[in-house]
């Protein structure tokens, strides 16, 4: 189904689906039996199938283990994990907490992403310093990169353009050298039309460190000359374009970004 029509976002907003691919599995009856959200190789796609297919690892073979009393880390988490997936927050908290009581190792995986998902959860719930506290408390959590993120979307979502703006200070302070956050902070940047100069250095920033990477670096580049189209620096931004293209010559959103920018430049009467 195509996630952009009328019928299958009726679909997707009743299972709570986020982000595609997003495979869904039910029953005869319209009961979630499980989820594939995101690639996988065709040979693990078919047998993740198979698995749900004879039941295994899904939700109800969790929960019928953890019932039997067969509970560990793995098990619990994989419990919690499925709830999350399917936006059942409560049920997803409820086992993310027996996971930190029953198991509280802050080295494993399962126990930092139940911790971010309890942080996370109270931060969405009304408790602003909750994501500020889990970083300080865990600086060396691979979610931290996604609570920056969290607090980023919430503000912008809500229009609070000051607390965006103070996330995305601390994000960049964080993580000085990151090519994703210096090119998400500047297109963002672009979009509101604020610091963008300030945006330009980070970005340009962003294309240098991407030159082992030239498919990342032809998105980069991109933004820049987004970036440059805003301060209305017209032949900076067409000659920015023109090397996204140079590295990626079957783009044609780049090519509609070049005739955007010589639009933009006739109708300031200049000479193209």
Known sequence: MDANKEEARKVFDEYKCKGVPHLLFVDNKGNEVDRIIGYLPPSEYLARIQDIRNNKYTLNDYLAQYENGNANAELIAGIAMKYEDRGDSDNAKEFYKILIKDY???????????????????????????LNAYIVSFPDSPFIEEAFYTMAYHFADKEMREDE?????????????????????????????INLEDALVKVKRA????????????????????????????????????????IDGENQYFKDQKEKFIQSKKETGQPV
């Open 104 to 130: 509280p190792d802050p080295t494993s995986e399962y126990y930092q992403r139940g911790t971010y998902f309890l942080a996370s959860d109270a931060f969405k719930n009304g408790i602003p310093m909750a």
């Open 207 to 246: 294309v240098k460190l991407s030159e082992d990477d030239p498919n990342s670096q032809a998105n980069i580049i991109d933004t820049e000359a987004e970036v440059l189209w805003k301060l209305k620096r017209f032949d900076a931004a067409i000659e920015a374009i023109e090397r996204a293209i140079i």
């Open 165 to 193: 703006l103070k996330v995305y200070a601390q994000m960049l302070s964080h993580f000085p050298d990151n090519t994703g956050i210096l090119n998400s902070y500047a297109w963002r940047m672009a979009e509101i039309e």
